[in-house]
């Protein structure tokens, strides 16, 4: 439709998401599984810009743990949703 959805999330906030994504190496179809998990979209454009903000601070928090040596892909396949993330 070309109007911005003014409640929904930016572009900037969708291309942090994806560069994040792709730092910590979260391959596509877990990164859909958690949306739909955390949020019940499948989509980072059906986010609103509150929830895109959480989401990416979830992945800073998870980025510095990579940093720091943690191991990424036992957080991301845990059932229980990252830290501070829920709703």
Known sequence: DGE???TGSTA????KIHILLNELGIPDQAYYAE?????GVDSSKKLNASQASEYI???KRRQRRH???SPIAEESESEEPPEGMLL
């Open 4 to 6: 911005i959805n003014t």
């Open 12 to 15: 900037a906030q969708r291309q």
């Open 67 to 69: 940093e720091r040596g």
């Open 57 to 59: 601070d979830a992945l």
């Open 35 to 39: 949306l739909e998990k955390l949020y």
